[in-house]
């Protein structure tokens, strides 16, 4: 199972938007409702942002929102702000009950 | 409160096994796994599988089938192993157990537990 493509890095300015795509194929993303967004900042566990597709967890801020067309996952997060900074994972349910995350996208505000 | 605990870090030679735990409290389980998630130094998340502690099904990402092992004990409290054999220095990473629902498809929604991670180094 291939890791999930991402860009290697994005940015905005404070206030901005900021969209990380996700690429896979027929067998996760696009065969899945199951597809989540984690946050990482250095040295700490990755904290679920979205899951299912669009869904955000208790005490997510609505700024993060996620969405899906075809192999395509995206995650969205508007009015960036500084603590926005950190590591972006995707991950897919995929064939054969198994899970397969993204390369990661380092997301910087300038 | 949640919690997942783990066991501490370690340092390992080529060939050498190493046996990771993750204690839970605070949880409930009913079906839902524990995964397993490693993290290389500066490196993406890669899925190692899982394993749900009330029944004992286990699921091994490709790559790793052979060479981990999942086990539980259930009493008197959940405790979840991750075993792995035949150390190489390209498994120097952190390792994770979680159940969080973007991986654990029948956690509760919005669930997401993780434990703080254990650093195994792999070196000669």
């Known amino acids: 199972q291939s890791a999930l493509t991402q860009p290697p890095s994005a940015s905005g300015s404070p206030g901005q938007s900021v969209t990380i795509s996700c690429t896979g194929t027929?067998?996760?993303?696009?065969?899945?409702?199951?597809v989540s967004w984690y946050q990482q900042h250095p040295g700490k566990a990755p904290k679920l942002m979205i899951y299912?597709?669009?869904k955000r967890p208790s005490g997510v801020p609505d700024r993060f929102s996620g969405s899906k067309s075809g192999n395509t996952a995206s995650l969205t997060v508007s009015g960036l702000q500084a603590e926005d900074e950190a590591d972006y994972y995707c991950?897919?349910?995929?064939?054969?009950?198994?899970?397969?995350f993204g390369s990661g996208t380092k997301v910087t505000v300038l | 409160q949640v919690q997942f605990v783990q066991s501490g870090a370690e340092v390992k030679k080529p060939g050498d096994s190493v046996k990771v735990s993750c204690k839970a409290s605070?949880?409930?389980?009913?079906?839902?796994?524990i995964h397993w998630v490693r993290q290389a130094p500066g490196q993406k998340l890669e899925w190692m599988g899982w394993?749900?502690?009330?029944?004992?099904?286990?699921?091994y990402a490709q790559k790793f089938q052979g060479r981990v092992t999942f086990t539980r004990d259930k009493s008197p409290a959940i405790i979840a192993y991750m075993e792995m054999n035949n150390l190489k220095s390209e498994d120097t990473a952190t390792y994770y157990c979680?159940?969080?629902?973007?991986?654990?498809?029948?956690?509760?929604?919005?669930?997401?537990?993780w434990g703080q991670g254990t650093l195994v180094t792999v070196s000669s």
């Open positions: 979680a159940t969080s629902k973007g991986i654990t498809l029948s956690a509760p929604p919005g669930s997401d537990h």
């Open positions: 605070g949880h409930t389980f009913r079906n839902e796994g």
């Open positions: 394993i749900v502690p009330t029944n004992g099904d286990i699921q």
């Open positions: 027929s067998s996760d993303i696009g065969g899945s409702n199951y």
């Open positions: 299912e597709v669009t």
């Open positions: 991950s897919s349910y995929a064939d054969n009950n198994m899970r397969v």
